[in-house]
Each structure stands twice: as structure tokens, then as C-alpha cells.
């Protein structure tokens, strides 16, 4: 599975984005999906997870009311809305793809895209 994030960009405290996840391969309706997020000069962080079919779904406690994930198998894509962006959510945001049940560990995860950058300036 490849993935190919994309939807980053620089916006102000209080505005929305959607990232989108792009997958190649038959085998993506299958995958438990994650977006993580890693800060300049910190760890990768998961914020969200869903199931393969979409009917779990996790967050980070402090993105939870704000963040959105989603996924559409029939476009083989995953999306991350994100409303009421705060400073501290500027990250490079990661997919990733997991063969096995949606989880919040990153070493689970088998397959992940290149990031895209959310920078929010307050």
C-alpha cells in the first residue's frame, strides 16, 4: 500500500483544513487507518484512528470535537477535518495503514505516506 497525504497549508487560530489520505492498492477497504502528527523537535503523535469500515473511530483527547476522521473505500481515501485549528496543532500529519484493527501505536502501523505540513499561526 502506498499513501500520499496531501490538503496541508498555513492558517490562522480558529480555521479549518481537510487532509486527505490517498491510497494505491485493492487492499485499503481492508486497513484500519490512522492520521499521526509529529511537531519540530518532538515525537509522532497519533491523533486519530478508524476502522476498516469506518464504524470505530478514536481521537487524541485534545483534538476530540474538532477533529473528524473519515474514510470513503469506494476512492480508496481517508480524510482528517479539522475545525477550530489551535497554534499547538502545527505538525508535519502522517497516514498510516494498519492490516490489523485501528490502533493508537505507531509500530503497528505498516505502511505510512510522506506528511503534509499544518502550520497554524496564531
Known amino acids: 500500500v502506498q499513501l500520499q497525504a496531501s490538503g496541508g497549508g498555513l492558517v490562522q487560530a480558529g480555521d479549518t483544513l481537510r487532509l486527505s489520505c490517498a491510497a494505491s492498492?485493492?487492499?485499503?477497504?481492508?486497513?484500519?487507518m490512522a492520521w499521526f502528527r509529529q511537531a519540530p523537535g518532538k515525537g509522532r503523535e497519533f491523533v486519530s484512528s478508524?476502522?476498516?469500515?469506518?464504524?470505530?473511530?478514536n481521537y487524541k483527547d485534545s483534538v476530540k470535537g474538532r477533529f473528524t476522521i473519515s474514510r470513503d473505500n469506494a476512492k480508496n481515501t481517508v480524510y482528517l477535518q479539522m475545525n477550530s485549528l489551535k497554534p499547538e496543532d502545527t505538525a508535519v500529519y502522517l497516514c498510516?495503514?494498519?492490516?490489523?484493527?485501528?490502533?493508537?501505536?505507531?509500530?503497528?502501523?505498516?505502511?505510512w505516506g510522506q506528511g503534509t505540513l499544518v502550520t497554524v499561526s496564531s
Open positions: 498510516a495503514a494498519n492490516p490489523g484493527g485501528p490502533s493508537h501505536i505507531a509500530r503497528t502501523y505498516n505502511y
Open positions: 492498492g485493492r487492499a485499503f477497504s481492508t486497513y484500519a
Open positions: 478508524i476502522s476498516w469500515g469506518g464504524s470505530t473511530r
